[in-house]
Every structure is written in C-alpha cells, then in structure tokens.
C-alpha cells in the first residue's frame, strides 16, 4: 500500500503544479535559473562522458571484429546505431538522474527542512508549481543535451577509430551513412522527452515530500536517484516495444 500511496501522491503533485500560476516575472526568473543549474551546468559532465563513450564503442568493435570478411564500415555502423538508440538518450539520462536528479532532490529537501515550502504557502504563493513548474520548463531543453551527446560521441567514436588505426576515414564515414533511418533519431527524442519530465519531476517528489533533518535529505537524495533510475530503465523498455516493434 505504501507504494500506492506514493503513487497517488507523485499524481497529485502533478495536477497541482498547474493550479494557482506564480506570477509570470518571477517564473521567468526561476526558469532561467533552473536552465543554468539543470542544462548549462550538466554540459561538462556529458560532454566529457559521451566522447569517450563514443570511442569505447569504437575500440570494443573494432576488437571484436576479427573476420577479415567483415567491412571496417561495420564498425562506424555499430557505434551510430548503439549512441544514437541506447547510450546517448539512455545512459546518459541515468547520469543525469544522479547529477541533475540528487541535486533537485536536495534542493528542494532543504528548503523543506528549513521550512521554507512552509513559508511559501503562507505567502499564498502554490509551492508545488513555484518549485517544480520551472524545472520541467527547463528540461524542454534536455534534448539539445542529448543531441550534443549525439554528436559528441560519433566524434569521439571517429577519432578513436581512425587515429587508433582500426579503421579508414573514408570507411568510417562510409560506415556512419549506411542504412541510416531518420525515423531512428525520432525513436531517440521522443523518448528523450519523457526522459526529461521523469528527470524534473520524480526528484521533486522526493525532495517535496521528504520529512525529517539534513540527514533525511541525503537519504531522500539516494532514493531519489535509485527510483528515477528504475523508472528511466522501465519507461526505455515499454517506449522500445512501442516505437520499434
């Protein structure tokens, strides 16, 4: 029951982050605020993680591709289709549900135990939608992330591949254009937006409903990381079957 009660209490968070609007200047402000903190800071940390990732797969491929008979093309194949459908849009979103995650959970944890969530409501300001509205605006943006990701990791997958010597330039690319489907990169941000509402606001839940001290919070903060990671991994399964069966 306890986790039909959580349930219950993350939907009804979401119907009231749409009642009582904050002021519209003051939202501009904290969604821009959210921008710098949830997107711009977290661009070093994928940045860094999707080019060697890119490279990673490159040197597996490369490695495991003993057969003479098999093109070098394959492998610029393979590491497009595994960051384009997978690691950029999958992996990378657990990375941020513990960068981006944990810190809105403690964030928001903090401003409960030091009671400013009860300040706010006694202002009449609607705290769930001055807390968690933000957040989600600024993750509208999540999938230039990911697209940068994207990139990122084909680069670091083409440096690693040909300065490496496991494959030709011209092969690489040659490798990257075949059989390419568009619709693949569709698949890939239409879950990266789901991604991103999961991302904003399964952490605000857990850092708005905390109870306890600053102790609490770095619980809250794990837990929060733990369940936003399951939902990422379960809600990735049931869009596959959807999108690509």
């Known amino acids: 029951m306890g986790y039909l ?13 749409f009642k009582r609007m904050t002021k519209g200047s003051v939202l501009r402000t ?8 949830l997107i711009i800071n977290s661009m070093g940390i994928v940045a860094f993680i999707s080019f060697f990732l890119g490279a990673v797969v490159t040197i597996q491929t490369a490695l495991n591709l003993g057969n003479p008979l098999i093109p ?10 595994s960051i384009i459908l997978e690691f950029s849009p999958t992996f990378i979103s657990i990375i941020m549900a513990g960068k981006v995650g944990s810190y809105i959970t403690s964030s928001i ?6 009671e400013q969530i009860d300040a706010l409501e006694v202002m009449g300001i609607n705290s769930v939608n001055y807390l968690v509205f933000p957040k989600m605006v600024a993750m509208l943006l999540y999938p230039f992330v990911i697209c940068i990701s994207m ?4 680069v670091g997958a083409y440096i690693a591949g040909v ?11 040659q490798g990257l254009q075949v059989d390419f489907i568009p619709y693949h990169l569709t698949y890939a941000f239409i879950k990266t937006f789901f991604f991103a509402f999961i991302l904003a606001t399964v952490p605000s839940y857990h850092g708005y409903y905390m109870r306890g001290g600053a102790l ?15 939902i990422l991994i379960i809600t ?5 079957q959807l999108l690509l069966s």
């Open 109 to 114: 944890g903090t401003m409960r135990v030091t």
């Open 151 to 154: 990139f990122l990791g084909i």
């Open 163 to 173: 300065l490496g010597g496991y494959v030709a330039s011209d092969l690489f690319i």
């Open 30 to 37: 904290l969604i821009f605020k959210e921008i710098d903190d």
């Open 216 to 230: 609490e919070v770095g619980q809250a903060s794990t837990t929060s990381f733990v369940w936003t990671s399951v």
């Open 72 to 81: 070098k093309s394959l492998i610029a194949f393979t590491a497009r289709q």
């Open 236 to 240: 990735n399964y049931v869009l596959t």
């Open 5 to 17: 009660h959580d349930i219950g209490e993350y939907f009804m968070m979401l119907k009231n982050v």
